[in-house]
Antibody, heavy 125, light 106 residues
Framework: QLQLQESGPGLLKPSETLSLTCTVS??????????WGWIRQAPGKGLEWIGN???????YYNMSLKSRVTMSVDTSKSQFSLELSSVTAADTAVYYC?????????????????WGQGILVTVSS | SYELTQPPSVSVSPGQTANITCSGD??????VSWYQQKPGQTPLLVIY???QRPSGIPERFTGSNSGHTATLTISGTQALDEADYYC?????????FGGGTKLAVL
């Protein structure tokens, strides 16, 4: 059964770097059929896409966050990761990792079909 | 940047049909997906590629997309359908979510 699990610190101070990892089980993260993505949701707010990554390392980022976001993938560990630098209180949110299909060259007709449970990250001094 | 507009809230009586709209420039030229999110839960994909239902999603959920508007229709709405619903599409190298619609089953 496909599962995604987010992990990382739940509390950060302003100006620190948020680092989260998503561990994928039940399927191959190296599949050519899927991308892997991060989405966040601030308290009481809607969904905000952060970015997608393909097993090859190809990335797409939300332009509003691009200057602060780095995503990476480690196929040997079946994990992909998110780094968001210079965080502020506005980055407080539940962060979800999710599978996006189809991926690769057909990615722009896809959707997020499996989601992790989400991890709450709070930025506070 | 591309924007998707949804009504903040929609109300429906149990057993009736709920229509949740999602508007964007030439949206009909792109595929739209819909997600259901109940309080405290993870979003659930209920419609992809405009009108396709993932396995396990009830037939009362249908989708359409034409012109500048995509619509999620819930027929015979049940109390358990009360949730936030988000539309989603793709723009150039990006994923876009609508602001979400709170469906109240009254």
């Amino acid at each position: 059964q496909l599962q995604l699990q987010e992990s990382g610190p739940g509390l950060l101070k302003p100006s620190e770097t948020l680092s989260l990892t998503c561990t994928v089980s039940g399927t191959s993260i190296s599949s050519r059929d899927y991308d892997w993505g991060w989405i966040r949701q601030a308290p009481g707010k809607g969904l905000e896409w952060i970015g997608n990554i393909y097993y090859s390392g190809r990335t797409y980022y939300n332009m509003s966050l691009k200057s602060r976001v780095t995503m990476s993938v480690d196929t040997s560990k079946s994990q992909f990761s998110l780094e968001l630098s210079s965080v502020t209180a506005a980055d407080t949110a539940v962060y979800y990792c999710a599978r996006w299909g189809p991926g690769g060259s057909d990615w722009d007709v896809g959707s997020f079909d499996y989601w992790g449970q989400g991890i709450l990250v709070t930025v506070s001094s | 940047s591309y924007e998707l507009t949804q009504p903040p809230s929609v109300s429906v009586s149990p057993g009736q049909t709920a229509n949740i709209t999602c508007s964007g420039d030439k949206l009909g030229d792109e595929y739209v997906s819909w997600y259901q999110q109940k309080p405290g839960q993870t979003p659930l994909l209920v419609i992809y590629r405009d009108s396709q239902r993932p396995s396990g999603i009830p037939e009362r959920f249908t989708g359409s997309n034409s012109g500048h508007t995509a619509t999620l229709t819930i027929s015979g709405t049940q109390a358990l359908d009360e949730a936030d619903y988000y539309c989603q599409t793709c723009d150039i190298n990006s994923v876009v979510f609508g602001g979400g619609t709170k469906l109240a089953v009254l």
